[in-house]
C-alpha cells in the first residue's frame, strides 16, 4: 500500500469511527507544517477509529510487574486483531530488534526471509492461523500505520526456526562459500515432576528462558488467549509472535507444556510445517500428552527441535517428548522429575539428528546445568512446590568448577560474564545472553490458569547494557537494541 493510499484508508477508518476533522470538504492542506498537522490528526484519528472496531471489544491489555497482560478472545481473525493492535508499539519494536539479529547471524537481507516465509512457510500454515496472522497485520496497521505486511509477520514468527534451522541447511544444501557458522540456539533450563517428587505429589512445572539479551528484554508478553475453538491458553510470549516460542503455557484443558532445546541439531525439511504453527496448535488442541505429541509430528519440519516438558494435570502425569527430525522418542511417569538444560538422551537422536553434541564434556554447559539439576532435584525430592522451582531457576552453582559463580554453566545462565561463552551454540565470549525470564506453575494453580511469572535473570541480578557495551565494542552492532534487564520482584 502506497501512502497516498495509506491516507485514503485513514480518512475512511475517520469517517467510519464518527470524528469531525477540520479538513473534511476543505480539500487539501495549502503548506508543509499544516501537512505535518495533517499527518498527526489522521494518525491520531485512526487510533480513535480502529479504537472503536469491534473486534477489540472482548480484548483487554495491562501493565505489571514489567510484563504486558493481553486477553485475546473470538474468532482467529479478531484474535490477530486485538494481538496486533493491543501490542503494536511492542511488535513494531520486537520487530526492528529480532530481524536485525536474523540478517546479522546469516549474511541474509530481509526479502530472503520474507521470501521463505511466503514460498515454504506460508502454504502450509492452518487456515486459522494465517486468519490470526493477517488479523495481527491489519491490527498493527490501524493502531500505528505499520508498513509490515503477512510476510514480514509470517518470519518474525519463525525468528526461532529460520535463522539458525533453515539457512544452515539451506548453506549445506547450496555449498555456500564462507558460510557463517550458524547453531541451533541453547535455550533454557526447566523441569517438570509429579508423585512423590513434589510437596503436594502432583505436578510442578518452571522454566527460565535463555536467550539474547536482545531479544529476551522484550519477551514479556503474557497471552491469555479464549480461542473460537480448541482451549483456553496462558502462556508467556513475544509481541506479534502466535506461539509462545520459549515455551511455558498451560491450556484449560489440563496441559502443562514447556521445553528445552537440543544443543548442536541439525536438519530441516522444508516440506514441514512451521515450528511456531503446531506448537500454538498443539498448546490450543491437545488434552493429553498422545494428542500433544500427535500434534507436534504432524508435519514436523525439524524447526527449532526441542525436548518437550509435558504434564497432564488430570492425571498427574509427566512426558518428555525428544523431537528430533529423523528420530524421536516419549518418555512417561507418573511419579519422577524430567528436566532439561539442552542436551538430547536419546541414543538415536543424538546420532541422527545431534552428531555433533558431546554428551560426555562436563564443561559445556548443558552438561554442566545437567549435573545441576539432577544433585538439585534429588537434594529437595519430596519438598518441590512452586516457592522452590522459583528458587532454582535463579541457582548459581557452576558443577564443572564446583562453586558458586554465575556464568554460562548455571542453571540461571549469565554468558556476558563468562571469557568461555558456549561454542556449542557460537555463543562467542562474554555474549550479552542467558537466562531473561522464569515461570512457575503447579497443577492446582494450572487449574486456576495461573503462572508465576519473573522478569529479568530469576536470580534478581541486573544486566545493564551501557557499561556491557563499553568494554565489550564487539557487540556494539546490537547498540540500537540492547537494553537494560533490571530485575524485578517475584
Ligand atoms: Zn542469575
Redesign the pocket.
Known sequence: MNDSMRRAAAILLVILGGASLWWAGNGAPASASANDAMVATIAAARERAAANDARLKPASRFDEGGWIYVHLEGDPGAMGYQHGYLLAPEIEDGFAAVSAGMMHATERNWEFFRKAAHEMLWPKIDAEYQQELQGIVEGLRARTGSKLDVDDIVAFNAFEELPDYYVPWLNKQQKTAKAPNLKSPGNCSAFVATGSWTKDGQIVMAHNNWTSYRNGERWRIVFDIAPKSGYRILMDGFPGVIASDDDFGINSDGLMVTETTITQFEGWDPNGKGEFVRARKALQYAGSIDEYTKIMLDGNNGGYANDWLLGDRKTGEIAQLELGLKAHKLWRTKDGVLAGSNWARDPKVLKEDAPQFDPNNKESSPNARRARWDELLKENKGKIDVALAEKML?D?SDTAQEKEE?NER?L???VDGSARGVKEWDWQPYYPGG?VQGKATDATMAKEMRIMARMG???G?DFLAKPFLAAHPEYAWQEPYLRDMKARAG
Open positions: 535463579g548459581h554465575a548455571t540461571c545462565g549469565h537466562a535473570h530469576p536470580c541480578g
